[in-house]
């Protein structure tokens, strides 16, 4: 008989739990944002890293004008590396904004962020807070509200400087008609032209994009300065000489007279405006504009003429200037040059002599010498010039007594009549009838005898004299 033993097995499954390591974070490190320079509007570059330490990892930024974030940029796939990965993302935000951000990463269910940051984005003001001007006033007044403004300078004015103050004191820049200059600092000087001159001021804000332009007009005004500074006068006659204007040229004086020797044919007048933007014309020669006018006047036949200088400021205010020129009489020309002052008269007697000026200047003799010599005249040669003399000669029939006197080679041209009369007992005067004979000249006068009469009302002539008068 077969015995069956029975075994009984009992089956172990045994299970091994695999603990599977736990993937590492992104390393997430949060940049600092670059202002994109040239790039047209306010632009910025977010910056950071991230390492994803093997795992397929993408990363964002997160952005806002506070610190909740209010919306993020595109995700970017980083891949599954082990190295640090720059990530970047470009950003327009508002002017004038603190701008917060941080970089993001994710790697599966795991999420790391970086540390938050923030930058302020550029101002967009180009607005001026202030404009002054170094002389004249703002028409109307400096607001920011206008851009364009007005001022009037006297002509004095001849360059002034502007001073624009911006109101963000960060602006990129500042011209004033092409130059630079920083806010609240003084221009270099702008010239002025008479008229209108316009200065443009032009801002551009912190962004390099906000521009603001302002203009100021100032007006110039035109010259009143009428005046002459100069004024000259140059007679020709025998030579040129140069005149004197009485009283002395001041540019206030418009009244002048000019005397000038009685041989003089013409009279050349010149001069000068003080502002050389000034116009002459005078009522002779030229001028016009540039300040200078030149010409002449003629004196043929006439004992004066009347000079007027017509000068017209830019304003064309007007302003004359006369000048009298007068011909001066002989005796008056031959005293000026023989040093009598101003004024002398015929009847004068300077030196006190005892010999009449008009005497002086017709016998030939100094009116400034107090000489009495009496004339005389050697083998016909004046050796000296002097008052009238008694001249003997021996005749067949005795002794001729003669009347000698000096008178002026061009009497006639300068209207001077010489009269010789006699007399028996100085009561009655009879005139010469006999013709003057020359015995000797030089270049000034003449010596003349002239023969006593036999008698005078039956008397026999002891004394005689030589009158001389002057044409009116």
């Not at 603190?98 to 550029?122: E, W």
């Given at each position: ?19 599977t ?9 949060t ?8 790039f047209p ?7 950071g890293?991230?390492?994803p330490?093997?795992?397929?990892t ?11 974030y ?5 995700s970017?796939p ?25 970089l ?25 807070s202030?404009?002054t ?5 703002l ?9 364009a ?6 002509n ?7 001073t624009?103050?911006?109101?963000d ?21 702008v010239?002025?032209?008479?008229g ?8 551009t804000?912190?962004?390099q994009?906000?521009?603001?332009s ?9 010259s009143?300065?009428a ?7 140059t ?11 009485t ?5 206030h004086i ?6 000038v020797?009685n041989n ?10 003080a502002?050389?933007?000034?116009s002459?014309?005078p009522?002779?020669g030229f ?9 002449s ?6 004992n ?10 830019q ?6 200037y ?8 002989v005796?008056?020309?031959?005293a000026?040059s ?16 005892g010999?009449?000026?008009l005497?002086e200047f017709?016998?030939?003799?100094p ?16 050796t000296?010039?002097?008052?009238p003399?008694?001249l003997?000669q ?8 003669l009347?000698?006197f ?26 010469n ?10 270049f ?16 026999e ?12």
């Amino acid at each position: 008989m077969n015995h069956f033993t029975n075994c009984f097995f009992r089956l172990f499954i045994i299970s091994t739990l695999m603990a599977t390591s736990a993937m590492a974070a992104p390393t997430v490190t949060t940049g600092t944002a670059t202002r994109d320079i040239g790039f047209p509007g306010v632009s910025f570059t977010l910056n950071g890293t991230v390492n994803p330490n093997g795992s397929a990892t993408s990363a964002w930024f997160e952005v806002g004008l506070t610190a909740s974030y209010s919306f993020t940029t595109p995700s970017q796939p980083l891949g599954s590396g082990s190295i640090t990965v720059p990530v970047t993302a470009q950003l327009f935000p508002p002017p004038n904004e603190t701008v917060h951000y941080r970089l993001v990463a994710q790697s599966g269910d795991t999420i790391s962020y970086g540390a938050g940051m923030t930058f302020t984005t550029p101002s967009n003001n180009a607005n001026l807070s202030s404009l002054t001007l170094s002389s004249g006033t703002l028409s109307p007044a400096f607001t920011n509200d206008l851009g364009a403004f007005y001022a009037n300078v006297p002509n004095t004015v001849t360059s002034l400087t502007v001073t624009p103050t911006a109101a963000d004191p960060d602006v990129f820049h500042i011209t004033v008609n092409g130059f630079h200059l920083t806010s609240g600092s003084t221009s270099p000087v702008v010239p002025l032209n008479v008229g209108s001159n316009t200065i443009t001021i032009n801002v551009t804000a912190e962004d390099q994009i906000m521009t603001r332009s302002y203009t100021i007009t100032v007006t110039r005004a035109a010259s009143s300065n009428a005046d002459l500074s100069s004024l000259s006068m140059t007679n020709f006659g025998g030579g040129a000489h140069p005149g004197f204007l009485t009283p002395a040229f001041q540019s206030h004086i418009t009244n002048y007279t000019f005397r000038v020797p009685n041989n003089t044919d013409s009279v050349l007048c010149s001069g000068t405006t003080a502002d050389m933007n000034a116009s002459v014309f005078p009522s002779f020669g030229f001028g016009g504009t540039g300040g200078f006018f030149s010409g002449s006047l003629t004196l043929f036949g006439q004992n004066s003429a009347l000079a007027h200088i017509n000068v017209y400021a830019q304003d064309f205010t007007i302003k004359t200037y006369n000048v009298e020129i007068i011909r001066q009489t002989v005796f008056e020309t031959w005293a000026s040059s023989s040093g009598l002052p101003t004024g002398a008269v015929p009847a004068g007697d300077n030196d006190g002599d005892g010999v009449s000026n008009l005497l002086e200047f017709a016998l030939g003799t100094p009116p400034l010498g107090g000489s009495t010599n009496t004339m005389g005249v050697t083998n016909g040669v004046i050796t000296r010039r002097g008052t009238p003399a008694l001249l003997t000669q021996n005749v067949p029939n005795g002794i001729e007594h003669l009347a000698l006197f000096s008178r002026r080679l061009n009497r006639v041209a300068e209207g001077l009549t010489y009269t010789v009369q006699f007399s028996a007992d100085l009561s009655i005067w009879q005139d010469n009838t006999a013709t003057p004979t020359v015995i000797a000249e030089d270049f000034e006068v003449q010596a003349c005898t002239v023969p006593y009469p036999s008698l005078i009302n039956g008397k026999e002539p002891l004394f005689f004299r030589v009158q001389v008068t002057t044409a009116p």
